[in-house]
């Protein structure tokens, strides 16, 4: 028994070791942020796409264009047409059509005509428009003049819009390089202030440069603290 433990510790040794091996090359997963880098152009794109103020142009557009079909079919020939379907459970003519058939009389025929208990009627009606004083075509001329309207506007928001999220853009870009040149100011009066501590502890260094270094690294924070606001505030206008 004692001889057989080893060897089992071996095999499960052999046996764990591509597992750990395995383990450790797995890589931790990405952790998931909400963040969506955009360039300059996608930042554009989505404007153009989702702003509600090209969404109500775009909408003007597509109402002003329906009403220059609806002017213009006015002067096209108008054509309707209907169907009726009818089924008779009981006629009067039924004992009419029973009497002529036994009789043989000439007007079997037209009797089934109107005893027939299914009935289609089909109608057809076609009008057309020949003269109407000049109304039709006065507003078709305007519904094309709102329509030509609606797309300048269209054109003018896109141009607005792009000039906007350009603007909103770059004003985050320099926020967000605003608060690097803070914190780096941060960082660098932090490390001196800590050389003058040093320097204090060793007796090369005065208190009173102490406490200059320390009212000088106090002085960077709020300036962090007003470039990561307006970083924000950038951030929240672009989107």
């Known amino acids: 028994m004692s001889r057989l433990l080893p ?20 890589q931790p997963a990405a952790p998931v942020t909400d963040t969506l880098r955009l360039t300059l152009d996608d930042a554009i794109a989505r404007a153009l796409a989702h702003s509600e ?56 025929g037209l009797l089934k005509l109107f005893a027939s208990k299914n009935t289609w009627t089909a109608t057809l009606t076609a009008q057309q428009l020949l003269w109407s004083g000049g109304k039709v075509g006065s507003a078709l001329k305007t519904a094309r003049a709102a329509n030509r309207a609606a797309q300048a506007t269209e054109k003018e ?13 770059y004003d985050a870009v320099y926020a967000q390089r605003l608060v690097a040149i803070a914190a780096s100011a941060l960082e660098q009066a932090r ?3 800590a050389q003058v501590r040093a320097g204090r502890r060793e007796g090369t ?22 470039a990561r606001s307006g970083h924000d505030l950038a951030l929240l206008n672009l989107k």
């Open 53 to 108: 103020e090209m969404r109500t142009a775009r909408a003007n557009v597509r109402q002003t264009s329906g009403q220059v079909f609806q002017a213009a079919s006015q002067a096209l020939p108008q054509v309707s047409g209907n169907v009726v379907y009818s089924r008779r459970i009981e006629s009067i003519y039924d004992s009419f059509s029973s009497t002529s058939s036994d009789s043989g009389g000439d007007i079997s």
């Open 157 to 169: 928001t896109a141009s607005e819009v792009r000039f906007q999220v350009r603007q909103a853009y």
């Open 7 to 26: 060897g089992a510790c071996l095999l499960l040794a052999a046996l764990l070791a591509p597992a750990q091996a395995q383990a450790r090359r797995v």
């Open 205 to 226: 260094r005065s208190e009173y440069e102490q406490l200059r270094a320390e009212v000088d690294a106090a002085n960077q924070e709020p300036g962090v603290i007003a």
């Open 191 to 193: 490390a001196h202030l």
